[in-house]
């Protein structure tokens, strides 16, 4: 009886010592807890933020004279998308990689600034102010393109140096004083 015992005195420790690590893990520390949802630092959805302006300091000086030279059947819009105003000349369903291939061109891309007939928000014509910045190789590139882009669409665009002050006459003539288009 004396080995029974002893046999079942080994058993029962040799099992609490496996219960022990079972529900501790291997470890001999104790457990630690799991973490909240709400305690787990995560990387935050969307991180944006606001943009102060809309325009440049020098873009903003230019809108201003431009919508004082603008007559009141037009408006002045800025930063309006190529795409919104150009559309490619082949059909999506035509030729779905030649059409995603130019739309992809001008989707990016947007004019500095639209004028448009205020009655019906009719294109008129696009105004680019170009700055400094335009003699940046990849710039003068993209001017180029949106030049011919334009020119194949027959599309009305102007192209204005930066001035200390602008004629608000003759930016009225510039706006008025369109080349007849084809339609």
């Not at 219960?19 to 501790?24: E, G, K, P, Q, R």
């Not at 800025?78 to 000349?89: C, M, Q, T, W």
């Not at 192209?159 to 369109?178: A, C, F, H, R, W």
Request: charged letters at 25%; one cysteine or more.
């Amino acid at each position: 009886m004396g080995i029974t015992v002893l046999v079942i005195i080994i058993v029962v420790i040799v099992g609490l010592i496996a219960f022990s690590a079972f529900t501790t893990g291997s470890s001999s520390q104790a457990p630690v807890p799991e973490k909240t949802q709400e305690e787990t630092p995560t990387e935050p959805e969307y991180q944006y933020k606001k943009i102060d302006s809309l325009v440049t300091t020098t873009e903003l000086k230019f809108y201003k004279a431009l919508v004082q030279a603008t007559p009141s059947e037009y408006v002045v819009c800025p930063k309006v998308r190529i795409a919104d105003v150009l559309d490619v000349g082949v059909t999506r369903k035509g030729n779905r990689k030649l059409w995603h291939r130019h739309f992809s061109k001008i989707s990016q891309k947007h004019f500095d600034f639209v004028i448009c007939n205020v009655s019906d928000m009719s294109f008129v014509c696009a105004v680019e102010l170009n700055d400094a910045s335009h003699n940046r190789k990849d710039r003068v590139e993209r001017d180029e393109f949106v030049r011919m882009a334009c020119e194949s669409a027959d599309v009305t665009l102007h192209e204005v140096l930066p001035k200390q002050n602008y004629d608000i006459e003759e930016l009225t003539s510039m706006i008025v004083n369109q080349p007849k288009k084809n339609d």
